[in-house]
């Protein structure tokens, strides 16, 4: 058999550039699925570090804290992260690029580390704090109640010593007389009474105050009229229209009293019937009696 060595070349030509186009295309198909797999991973790392970043930011938002140092350190980490996040997201993901950053990332969660520490830290002593505050506060309202405990006994003590102090008076009598002879005798008809005399007793205290006190008498006749009315005297929003003002030096003893109340002129002779008497000490009522004339 007659083989053409031309025809032959050209086959074996055609045949190895067969055999090369495979291979080439096994190579390319090889390395472009080799490639796609090393975007998809550069890809994934970049959301990786892209997300890790973003928690970081969500972290610093949350953190509040009262500290003007740490929220200084706070604010320069978040803007250094935001910084990071921003320049990945704009740059080709390429492995130095994301190496790059990766090792940035590593650099900040150290930081964070020592940062969130020191939080951590003084969330703790705020905590302590915040008790001590709430114990205080605690025993300061309980002080308070205490006090007002203490100032309402302490009124009321002051109101029964007050009380305790008041000048105290009994034995309450009233006579009438006339005068005869220029001496005077009791009498009990309203046609010779001139005088009505008032005697009562102070009783001892030794709370009250000693000295000047004054006393007051009123006497009111049958037809509801003061006798002897010396005008009216003010003690704040009250008035007492008085028969007769007497000054007692009180000295804390039992002291006897008598006033005589001289009726007017215009007066007598003086109306039958019952005469009521009232004796003040200022505005404050000692006691009463009354007498009857004929």
């Not at 972290?59 to 500290?67: A, K, Q």
């Not at 009321?156 to 009598?173: C, M, R, Y």
């Not at 006749?221 to 003690?235: S, Y």
């Given at each position: 058999?007659?083989?053409n060595?031309?025809?032959?070349?050209?086959?074996?030509?055609?045949?190895s550039l067969i055999?090369?186009?495979?291979?080439?295309?096994?190579?390319?198909?090889?390395?472009?699925?080799?490639?796609?797999?090393?975007?998809?991973?550069?890809?994934?790392?970049?959301?990786?570090?892209?997300?890790e970043?973003s928690?970081?930011?969500?972290r610093?938002?949350?953190?509040s804290?009262?500290?003007n140092?740490?929220?200084?350190?706070l604010e320069d980490?978040?803007k250094?992260?935001?910084?990071?996040?921003?320049?990945?997201?704009?740059?080709?993901?390429d492995?130095?690029?994301l190496?790059?950053?990766?090792q940035?990332?590593?650099q900040?969660?150290?930081?964070n580390?020592?940062?969130?520490?020191?939080i951590?830290?003084?969330?703790?002593?705020?905590?302590?704090?915040e008790?001590?505050?709430?114990?205080?506060?605690?025993?300061?309202k309980?002080?308070?109640l205490?006090?007002?405990?203490l100032?309402?006994?302490?009124?009321?003590?002051e109101?029964?010593?007050?009380?305790?102090?008041?000048?105290?008076?009994?034995?309450?009598?009233?006579?009438?007389?006339?005068?005869?002879?220029?001496?005077k005798?009791?009498?009990?008809?309203?046609?010779?009474?001139?005088?009505?005399?008032?005697?009562?007793?102070?009783?001892?205290?030794?709370l009250?105050?000693?000295?000047?006190k004054?006393?007051?008498?009123?006497?009111?006749?049958?037809?509801?009229?003061?006798?002897?009315d010396?005008?009216?005297i003010?003690?704040?929003?009250?008035s007492?229209i008085?028969?007769?003002?007497?000054?007692?030096?009180?000295?804390?003893?039992v002291?006897?009293?008598?006033?005589?109340?001289d009726?007017?002129?215009d007066?007598q002779?003086?109306?039958?019937?019952t005469?009521?008497?009232?004796?003040?000490?200022?505005?404050?009522?000692l006691?009463?009696t009354?007498v009857?004339?004929?």
């Amino acid at each position: 058999m007659i083989v053409n060595p031309q025809s032959f070349n050209y086959r074996l030509i055609i045949g190895s550039l067969i055999v090369a186009v495979a291979v080439l295309t096994v190579y390319s198909f090889t390395s472009y699925q080799s490639i796609v797999a090393h975007q998809e991973f550069i890809e994934q790392e970049k959301k990786l570090v892209e997300s890790e970043l973003s928690q970081m930011i969500t972290r610093y938002d949350d953190v509040s804290i009262s500290n003007n140092l740490i929220t200084s350190q706070l604010e320069d980490a978040r803007k250094n992260t935001q910084l990071a996040l921003d320049s990945l997201k704009l740059l080709r993901s390429d492995l130095s690029v994301l190496s790059k950053f990766k090792q940035q990332l590593y650099q900040i969660k150290l930081k964070n580390k020592t940062l969130f520490k020191t939080i951590d830290s003084l969330d703790e002593v705020n905590e302590g704090l915040e008790e001590e505050k709430l114990l205080a506060y605690n025993e300061l309202k309980k002080q308070k109640l205490a006090n007002s405990s203490l100032q309402r006994a302490n009124k009321n003590l002051e109101k029964s010593i007050e009380k305790g102090a008041q000048l105290t008076a009994n034995s309450f009598k009233a006579k009438g007389y006339e005068k005869f002879f220029g001496a005077k005798r009791s009498s009990n008809k309203a046609k010779h009474v001139e005088s009505i005399e008032v005697c009562f007793t102070l009783a001892e205290n030794s709370l009250t105050k000693a000295g000047e006190k004054e006393i007051y008498v009123q006497v009111v006749n049958p037809k509801n009229n003061v006798v002897a009315d010396k005008g009216a005297i003010n003690f704040g929003n009250t008035s007492l229209i008085y028969s007769e003002r007497q000054i007692i030096n009180y000295n804390n003893q039992v002291s006897e009293v008598c006033i005589d109340i001289d009726a007017d002129i215009d007066e007598q002779p003086l109306v039958s019937g019952t005469y009521y008497i009232s004796i003040f000490h200022k505005n404050r009522k000692l006691g009463s009696t009354q007498v009857q004339l004929k």
